[in-house]
């Protein structure tokens, strides 16, 4: 398994692919700042972040996708996944494998925005507590994205047709958050609560304030390897259709 998961990382780091997805992030993530420095009020900066990743996390949604879209789909397009198929290693631990690797990508573009915070905090104050519940919900909140993209692209063999999918299974995220927020869902008590639990936003949205919540964090461990489990059931059917 790890010796798929270093070829996995490798395989972003030795194409421009890594790097200007993380160049996209890291410009998103900037203008962010910048625009946050320029609303504050006084000759301090003092801000908690959270505005930033909530801004930063409705863009990179459009990127996930492009990280995922190769995990599967293109290995099944070139027909190299024969190679894994049919290799003594469980799907599972190739699921798990590819999921690391997108993962560690994902968690090296957030470590590269790590600057900001810094030069907020030689020049001016940062909420530390905030900053790292933000972080970690953030990474979180990607983890999720990350596991449903690489579900999308198990059931193509067309990494754009894998993308397009991806974008449009978290835009449906992103749409269930907002409408359990409409007076329609809240009129109807039962059905605000189960679409409330169920809501990424509103999980994310104690993490940006620096409040910690093991259920929080149980809840994104969750949703991530329950659709990781999806995957690996995709998976696994081509491969025994496979013979």
Known sequence: MFSLYKKEVQSYFLSPFAYVISGLFLLVFSLSFVYEISQANSSVIRFSFSNIFYNNFFYF???IPLLTMRTFAEERKAHTETL???APITIPQVVFAKFLGVATVYLMMMLLSLFFPLVALIKGSVI??????GYLGFFLWGLVCIAIGMMMSALTDNPIIAAVLGEAAMILVLFLDNFTNTGLVKSIPFLAKILTWFSTEARFSGFSQGLFSIADLVFF????LVVLVWTIIIVEKRRWSRG
């Open 221 to 224: 461990l969750s949703i991530t």
């Open 84 to 86: 894994w198929l049919s």
């Open 61 to 63: 949604i459009f990127m």
């Open 128 to 133: 530390v507590s905030s900053l790292i519940c």
